[in-house]
């Protein structure tokens, strides 16, 4: 059942740039991790319900300032990931990225970050990839066999293995969005 409430918090998130999949007033899971994106960016802590705090931030947002003039930044305090092109956002969203603890899994242990720096996508994999440690979905490698993907799981706390995690309905945007060579910024 159509919620019309629902729909304007989604039409404002979409007008912000955070895209809440589709803007057709049911409160789903894209909607819930489009708000905990909404809430982090205005150091709310991130919650799935419409609180009067949420309310007051899809009204008057903190203002982001553009760091870069194109290309992905994905901030790693925040857990937020930024599409920006020609000095614009044209994507905001909420991600996991490494857990920054060691593990063993399948025969393979390591420490799970997600490296700080500057990088280029070099490799882009339409569809599921099947890696070593699990499925991703359509994946952007931008540091070895770390990669910005979709992930069925994005919780609202790192907890990969060092990938950037995004909602399903981000990557498919993302990787419409982005090419080989296109930068990617990590940050703390």
Same mark, same amino acid.
């Given at each position: 059942?159509? $919620?019309?409430?629902?729909?304007?918090?989604?039409?404002?998130?979409? !007008?912000?740039?955070?895209?809440?999949?589709?803007?057709?007033?049911?409160?789903?899971?894209?909607?819930?991790?489009?708000?905990?994106?909404?809430?982090?960016?205005?150091?709310?802590?991130?919650?799935?319900?419409? %609180?009067?705090? %949420?309310?007051?931030?899809?009204?008057?947002?903190?203002?982001?300032?553009?760091?870069?003039? $194109?290309?992905? @930044? @994905? $901030?790693?305090?925040?857990?937020?990931? +930024?599409? #920006? !092109?020609?000095?614009?956002?044209?994507?905001?969203?909420?991600?996991?990225?490494?857990?920054?603890? #060691?593990?063993?899994?399948?025969?393979?242990?390591? #420490?799970?970050?997600?490296?700080?720096? $500057? #990088?280029?996508? +070099?490799?882009?994999?339409?569809?599921?990839?099947?890696?070593?440690?699990?499925?991703?979905?359509?994946?952007?490698?931008?540091?070895?066999?770390?990669?910005?993907?979709?992930?069925? %799981?994005?919780?609202?706390?790192?907890?990969?293995?060092?990938?950037?995690?995004?909602?399903?309905?981000?990557?498919?945007?993302?990787?419409?969005?982005?090419?080989?060579?296109?930068?990617?910024?990590?940050?703390?």
């Amino acid at each position: 059942m159509i $919620d019309p409430q629902i729909l304007q918090v989604e039409q404002r998130l979409a !007008e912000l740039h955070i895209s809440p999949g589709r803007v057709d007033g049911v409160f789903t899971k894209e909607t819930a991790v489009a708000l905990w994106a909404l809430q982090k960016l205005n150091g709310l802590r991130p919650v799935s319900k419409l %609180t009067p705090a %949420t309310l007051r931030a899809l009204q008057r947002p903190r203002r982001i300032h553009a760091p870069v003039r $194109d290309g992905v @930044v @994905v $901030d790693l305090s925040r857990q937020v990931l +930024f599409l #920006y !092109e020609r000095g614009k956002i044209r994507l905001i969203s909420h991600v996991s990225t490494g857990a920054n603890r #060691y593990y063993c899994m399948k025969g393979r242990c390591g #420490y799970a970050v997600t490296p700080l720096g $500057d #990088y280029r996508v +070099f490799r882009r994999v339409h569809g599921w990839d099947r890696g070593p440690l699990g499925s991703m979905y359509k994946t952007m490698y931008f540091n070895h066999g770390i990669a910005l993907h979709g992930s069925k %799981t994005v919780p609202r706390w790192p907890a990969s293995h060092g990938c950037v995690r995004l909602p399903m309905h981000v990557a498919d945007r993302l990787f419409r969005q982005v090419e080989v060579g296109t930068m990617v910024r990590v940050r703390p």
